[in-house]
């Protein structure tokens, strides 16, 4: 697309091109520097169209496309699966959630660990946010795996591969927000979304059965619990199971649309963190403020997100990776296996909503381009959850692995080193995983096209 009155020659192409380009490297400069990811693409983005396009056609571009993107119901779903993460906080679903698991499976070897990954997963269908999962994870499990002498680089490592499961296993901000860029179904990213969440959670309780088989000082086994104690550490959690089933449940079934699936699951929270967990005013008002200071930062990211694109299609520089990858030569896998290792690489350096942001608009037309044997459709599906799981090993990889620096912070005794140690075998089990999922694309099809019937 060409800006209104511009010549259209090679000349300007290229030209159109290196500004392109100019403006990615502007981009992670300014990210090395620590700027706010929102502010470094709305800056860059800004900065682009004009050079390209004027003033005037950014005015207007502003003054329509913002609007639109902005008053689009479905972005509704982000604050209220935020609030509703946020009221289940302040619950005391997290804690639930581990009692019951460590009950049932706590006194085998690694039993506490595996209780944790699990109890991960179970919060993550409420809440939809990593570092949200490993933080409150890791405030309950921390302790009893530390009593239990635990090693410390076991525990933390745990821990942190598990809070990933937050950005996986439906609902998942991060998906939503994909969902929104691709212009995909969240239902159908939800749905495609759910069985590799559940293998993830697997293929962990499978690495610490085989940790401390190796060495089982690492995750030595918690006294038996009693029947009687098991079965009321499973009735502590029954509010969890049905509001999961009624809202995943619901928006997978197609009873209500996601949004309004968000809001019956807010309310439900806001319930059980009245009734059960003691939440008072205070709380509520809490709950609240981070919410809207949650939601506002997402926002004034998708803003820049927004015109870092626009200025993105006008030069050209989706539209020409696309082409050049197309006519290549190269398998698709193989470009498919270089975005792979871009994605962990990326993942050092930054969070894994920037890496969406930032390379979605690259990628996408790339992936559409190529022949993988898939409708546009399931593709976008197949193609969300592959990133998706690289981006989650972007949270447990040094030397940013932003759920590593959450457990480590609630561990002080135990050095960076160790937890960042502690999470190799589980990187090891995100790599099968991730090939398991390239090479089986019913892995993350099946439940969509089932439901769909």
């Known amino acids: 697309m060409q800006p209104p009155g511009k010549p259209t ?6 030209s159109d091109l290196a500004i392109g380009g100019a403006g990615f490297g502007a981009l992670f400069i300014l990210i090395a520097f620590r700027v706010p990811i929102g502010v470094a693409m709305l800056s860059v983005g800004l900065a682009g169209y004009i050079t390209i396009a004027g003033p005037i056609a950014m005015m207007s571009f502003l003054k329509t496309e913002m609007y639109w993107r902005f008053s689009a119901p479905h972005l509704a779903v982000i604050p209220l699966f935020l609030l509703m993460g946020h009221f289940a906080a302040r619950a005391g679903i997290t804690a639930s959630l581990f009692r019951a698991a460590a009950a049932w499976i706590g006194h085998h070897r690694g039993g506490l ?19 949200a999962t490993a933080a409150m994870m890791g405030q309950v499990a921390l302790p009893e ?9 076991f525990a933390t490592g745990a821990l942190a591969a598990g809070g990933t499961l937050g950005i996986l296993i439906p609902p998942s901000i991060v998906l939503i927000i994909y969902a929104v860029m691709v212009e995909a179904s969240i239902v159908s990213l939800f749905q495609a979304g759910f069985l590799p969440g559940i293998l993830a959670a697997a293929g962990y309780i499978v690495v610490i059965a085989i940790v401390v088989r190796i060495d089982p000082s690492a995750g030595p086994a918690a006294p038996r619990t009693a029947w009687p104690e098991r079965w009321r550490a499973l009735r502590d959690i029954w509010t969890v199971l049905l509001i999961f089933l009624v809202v995943m449940g619901g928006i997978y079934l197609g009873v209500f649309s996601p949004t309004e699936g968000a809001g019956v699951g807010a309310l439900a929270t806001f319930l059980v963190a009245v009734t059960y967990g003691g939440m008072r005013w205070a709380g509520f008002v809490d709950a609240l403020r981070e919410t809207a200071s949650t939601s506002a930062m997402i926002f004034l990211i998708l803003l820049g997100a927004g015109v870092f694109n626009a200025f993105l299609g006008f030069s050209e520089l989706p539209l020409a990776t696309a082409d050049f990858f197309s006519k290549s030569g190269l398998s698709p896998y193989v470009v498919l296996f270089g975005m792979i290792v871009l994605y962990l690489v990326l993942g050092c350096i930054m969070d894994s909503l920037a890496m969406i942001l930032i390379t979605i608009p690259i990628f996408w037309p790339v992936i559409l381009a190529l022949d993988f044997g898939l409708q546009p459709d399931d593709l976008k599906l197949w193609f969300g959850i592959i990133t998706l799981m690289v981006v989650e090993i972007g949270l447990i990889t040094p030397p940013v692995g932003l759920n590593v620096f959450v457990i480590n912070s609630l561990a ?30 019913p892995l993350s099809l099946f439940l969509p096209h089932l439901l769909a019937n």
């Open 113 to 131: 660990a595996m209780a944790s990954v699990g109890g991960c997963a179970a919060f993550a269908t409420i809440s939809g946010s990593s570092l």
């Open 412 to 441: 002080k005794d135990v050095p960076m080193l160790d937890t960042f140690r502690g999470v190799v075998p589980f990187l090891l089990s995100d790599a099968v995983r991730v090939a398991l999922v390239v090479l089986l694309p």
């Open 9 to 14: 020659g090679a000349n300007d192409l290229m």
């Open 145 to 153: 795996l530390r009593r239990y002498k635990y090693s410390g680089a």
